[in-house]
């Protein structure tokens, strides 16, 4: 069975400092892997996705991630953090199975950013 | 513009009284499926659909039902809702195909009393 375990229910950084959101999976065959974002009272937006081409995926806002099958990882980080990244961050999984569009999440990160 | 829409965004009922959150998307997407989102467990699946007329449970289905009649519609019922099922619903829809982009609705508060 699929699962994600995302290290850190809250991260908080400074405005302009590094960001990196951890993200480790466990899955039976090749995944494909997602990060989603949620703003404050909104749904949930796709941040990037891996989906077995190039290993480092850049996703909107400036966020990036890069895909280490040998540390099961997927980890989220951005050079820079501005204060409207401020939000909650969850990673999640997909089984590369045909029809299989279940997606199972981490427990999320929500990431604060201090001026 | 591809939307997945759902109503109401924010109810509070009370114990046992049946209610309804609909769902519709836009994209002519075969699978549709509802999570919900509760804190310090992300967001787990309910029920989904890979088109019409087939649907299965996903995770946590007790106390729910579905019905997919229209491609474009899949509404989430409470038959009596419980106040363990006060929680943030979110319904998504995609291409059957695996891999392809899910996409959320805005989600829909409910509270139950």
């Known amino acids: 069975a699929q699962s994600v375990t995302q290290l850190g229910s809250h991260v908080s950084v400074s405005e302009g400092a590094l960001v990196l959101l951890r993200c480790n999976y466990s899955s039976s065959v090749p995944p494909y892997l997602f990060w989603y974002v949620q703003y404050p009272n909104q749904g949930l937006q796709l941040l990037l996705k891996y989906t077995s081409a190039a290993t480092l995926v850049k996703g909107i806002n400036g966020f990036e991630a890069e895909f280490k099958k040998s540390e099961t990882s997927f980890h989220l980080t951005k050079p820079s953090a501005h204060m409207s990244d401020a939000a909650e961050y969850f990673c999640?999984?997909?089984?590369?199975?045909?029809?299989?569009?279940?997606?199972?999440f981490g427990q999320g990160t929500r990431l604060t950013i201090n001026p | 513009e591809a939307q997945v829409t759902q109503n109401p965004r924010y109810l509070i009922t009370v114990t046992g009284k049946k209610l309804t959150v609909t769902c519709s998307q836009n994209?002519?997407?075969?699978?549709m499926s509802w999570y919900r989102q509760d804190p310090g467990l992300g967001l787990r699946q309910i029920y989904y659909s890979m088109n019409v007329e087939v649907t299965d449970k996903g995770d946590v289905p007790e106390g729910y039902k579905v019905s997919r009649k229209e491609k474009r519609n899949f509404p989430l019922i409470l038959e009596s809702p419980s106040p363990n099922q006060t929680s943030l619903y979110f319904c998504?829809?995609?291409?059957?195909?695996?891999?392809?982009?899910?996409?959320f609705g805005e989600g829909s508060w409910l509270t139950v009393v």
């Open positions: 994209m002519n997407h075969e699978y």
């Open positions: 998504a829809s995609s291409r059957a195909a695996s891999g392809n982009t899910i996409y």
């Open positions: 999640a999984v997909l089984p590369s199975l045909q029809g299989a569009q279940k997606l199972v």
